[in-house]
């Protein structure tokens, strides 16, 4: 099966500064990579996906990239808050069945 | 509109009982999951349902089943639970066709003792 990979496991920065999470997956059959953002004790929620026709796509302040050759995408915030403090979760599907998730990396931004 | 509910919301378990964990979702989605979140290791599948009447298995299906008898319904069943099954379960479902996302629940906390 796929296997996702997701760095940093945690990441801290200062208010304002821009925050980089990367992930990187195993099965080039893969095309569909969603992101999800999960506050302490809540539900995983998507703040972005990106199919595997485009290469980038945006979103106020957050973008994933997509780099097919490679086989890794990318989550950017910019002009990061204290809100966007959570555990980001990369994920990838081929099959439009299952998903696969990457460990999470812990964002903490400093006031 | 709720989305995707989950009950209940914590339990307690000693080793050897069983249980049932219930996900409803009003969404009127086809596909329907189970995942498990354990600290540092992600959201792993257990089982998932891409409609009515039919289950398959995920990554770490061992000591699980499920059944989903009506469209809007995914049991997850625990038959002897064990100390290995202590962990935070999500439910999610989602729409039919390719790179549809998935829609979370709020997660059940389960302890087995």
């Known amino acids: 099966g796929e296997n996702v990979e997701q760095h940093p496991s945690t990441l801290s920065v200062q208010e304002g500064d821009s925050a980089v999470i990367k992930c990187t997956y195993s099965d080039s059959a893969s095309n569909y990579f969603p992101w999800y953002k999960q506050e302490l004790g809540k539900r995983p929620q998507l703040i972005i996906d990106?199919?595997?026709?485009?290469g980038e796509k945006k979103d106020q302040r957050i973008a994933v990239t997509l780099n097919k050759t490679a086989k890794h995408f990318s989550l950017h915030i910019t002009e990061t808050q204290p809100e966007d403090s959570a555990v980001y979760f990369c994920a990838a599907s081929y099959t439009g069945n299952q998903f696969y998730f990457g460990t999470g990396t812990s964002l903490t931004v400093i006031p | 509109n709720a989305g995707v509910t989950q009950t209940p919301k914590f339990r307690v378990l000693k080793t050897g009982q069983s249980m049932t964990l219930l996900c409803a979702q009003d969404m009127n989605h086809e596909y329907m999951y189970w995942y498990r979140q354990d600290p540092g290791m992600g959201l792993r599948l257990i089982h998932y349902s891409v409609g009515e009447g039919t289950t398959a298995k995920g990554e770490v299906p061992d000591g699980y089943n499920v059944s989903r008898l009506k469209k809007q319904n995914f049991l997850l069943g625990l038959e002897s639970a064990a100390p290995s099954q202590t962990s935070v379960y999500f439910c999610?479902?989602?729409?039919?066709?390719?790179?549809?996302?998935?829609?979370f629940g709020d997660g059940t906390r389960l302890s087995i003792l």
């Open positions: 990106i199919r595997s026709n485009v």
């Open positions: 999610a479902s989602r729409k039919g066709g390719y790179n549809q996302p998935q829609h």
